[in-house]
């Protein structure tokens, strides 16, 4: 079914099942965007006239869907529609860079000071949008509310367009745009605290489980707290120093570094993190709740075999880093 989206002074057709970003993006015009899988919210639009699928809103606030936003990357309209970028206010936060050194050989520290109060629990992510819209989310690996900073940890990519730009152009002193928080993989303090917690995640996934866990014992949360981190080899490993001091700190903490490429009798266990994982999981399933963050195919892979393993699948938070997902591709000239 084709369809007109009007924006602006423009106007085009939709092709077949096609989203309102691919349809803007194959006509020339810019709109952020990030995983096209609806997770990220960088897509976000709205609508001025006309109607958008219920999918478009799925997962926004209740605010956001009242002023009418949606996702481009979700939105298939069955009826012609006018729509536009929203202006940022209510939306978007300009963040100061306050802090940039190396954790590891290819993973950089960021540190943000937000504009005004920015609330948002350790492990939600934000997507980060520069000066020329390009945008891409990142993890919290910090609990804000404490002193106003936000630490992410990116993983830098030889091509890899943002995280290139904050290693060499984002300065600090330098402004950028921060949307969000958005996700529900976080600690929450429940009556009778003394459940499992599993934290397993390869790279960059650390990131919102350091916070998790800081936040977990932070809490005094009583039950067993086990984090697995996986890399491929020893170097790629990040904050052990810090993680061995906290599990020095709190008898029921265990920190478990995992590398696949490793050697039997050093600080780590070699091997896959999946198997180590599951060799782990505590006895009390039905209780135990498990934070699975980083690499799509390991999270979806260990969330199926925990499920298969007997823990709730409501008890299992997951944050799969899709990674950046091509709009359209325009016409040529
Ligand atoms: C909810 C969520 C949370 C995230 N949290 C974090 C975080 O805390 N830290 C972090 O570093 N990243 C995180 N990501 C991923 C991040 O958003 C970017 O996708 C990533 O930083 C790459 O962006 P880039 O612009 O540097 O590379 P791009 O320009 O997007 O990609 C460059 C090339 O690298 C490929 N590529 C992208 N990602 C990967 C990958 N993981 N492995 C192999 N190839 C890849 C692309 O397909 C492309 O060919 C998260 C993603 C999501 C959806
Ligand atoms: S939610 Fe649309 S691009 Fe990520």
Do not use: W
Request: aromatic content about 6%.
């Amino acid at each position: 079914m084709t369809v007109r989206i009007a924006i602006g002074d423009a106007c085009f057709a939709s092709e077949s099942d096609e989203t309102v970003l691919d349809c803007l993006s194959r006509n020339g015009v810019s709109v952020p965007h990030a995983c096209k899988s609806g997770v990220c919210h960088s897509c976000l639009m709205q609508v001025t006239d006309g109607e958008v699928p219920d999918a478009a809103q799925k997962g926004l606030k209740p605010t956001y869907k009242k002023q009418n936003l949606f996702l481009a990357c979700q939105c298939k309209p069955e009826k012609d529609i006018t729509v536009r970028l929203p202006d940022g206010a209510g939306l978007d936060t300009r963040a100061l860079i306050v802090g940039k050194d190396m954790l590891n050989h290819n993973v950089m520290r960021l540190e943000l000071r937000g504009e005004g109060s920015f609330a948002c629990e350790p492990g939600q992510y934000i997507t980060l949008i520069n000066g020329d819209g390009l945008a891409r989310s990142y993890s919290i690996a910090n609990d804000p509310t404490k002193d106003g900073r936000i630490e992410l940890h990116i993983r830098l990519l030889n091509d890899g367009q943002m995280s290139t730009f904050l290693k060499d152009r984002a300065a600090i002193g330098a402004f950028l745009t921060i949307r969000g928080p958005a996700g529900n993989c976080f600690y929450v303090r429940e009556e009778g605290d003394a459940y499992p917690i599993v934290l397993a995640g390869t790279g960059t996934g650390l990131a919102p489980l350091y916070g998790i866990t800081k936040q977990a014992l932070a809490s005094g949360h009583k039950g067993e707290v086990q984090l697995f981190h996986g890399a491929l080899k020893d170097v790629d490993l990040y904050l052990v120093t810090q993680l061995q001091a906290l599990a020095q700190e709190h008898p029921n903490f265990r920190y478990v570094p995992c590398v696949l490429k490793g050697d039997a009798g050093q600080f780590y266990q070699p091997g896959n993190i999946e198997e180590i994982v599951m060799a782990a999981m505590p006895a009390e399933k039905t209780r135990t709740r498990m934070f699975l963050c980083g690499a799509p195919e390991m999270v979806n892979a260990l969330k199926r075999k925990a499920f298969l393993s007997g823990l709730a699948s409501k008890h299992i938070f997951v944050d799969a880093f899709l990674p950046s997902q091509a709009a359209a591709a325009h016409p040529a000239p």
